[in-house]
Nanobody, 123 residues
Framework: QVQLVESGGGLVQAGGSLRLSCAAS????????MGWFRQAPGKEREFVAT????????VYADSVKGRFTISRDNAKNTIYLQMNILKPEDTAVYSC????????????????WGQGTQVTVSS
């Protein structure tokens, strides 16, 4: 059983930056691909980024490509999402998720989720 805890959300002005963290426990972290997803009020959950077990394969949503960077530190059982040039449309609850072995862009494929952290970008 994997437990995930996100941190690092907050309020930031448009054009600013935030770094989210997701700490994992309860499993062998390096066996799991990891993903970030977000959900804005009244909208469906959407894919943001995914990273493979060793960090050598990364996929981003088109909406964040070039602005966000996903990374992981397997020694610390943690993944990160560096978010730069934030826009008001990035406002959402951001959640990390874990999937055994291989990551995908489909949230339904992930079996473990954190509670989420709020990111609010003001214009």
């Amino acid at each position: 059983q994997v437990q995930l805890v996100e941190s690092g959300g907050g309020l930031v002005q448009a054009g600013g930056s935030l770094r989210l963290s997701c700490a994992a426990s309860g499993g062998i972290f390096s066996n799991y691909a990891m993903g970030w997803f977000r959900q804005a009020p009244g909208k469906e959950r959407e894919f943001v980024a995914t990273i493979s077990r060793r960090g050598d394969r990364i996929v981003y949503a088109d909406s964040v490509k070039g602005r966000f960077t996903i990374s992981r530190d397997n020694a610390k059982n943690t993944i990160y999402l560096q978010m730069n040039i934030l826009k008001p449309e990035d406002t959402a609850v951001y959640s990390c998720a874990a999937r055994w072995l291989i990551g995908t862009t489909n949230s339904e494929d992930y079996g473990y989720w954190g509670q989420g952290t709020q990111v609010t970008v003001s214009s």
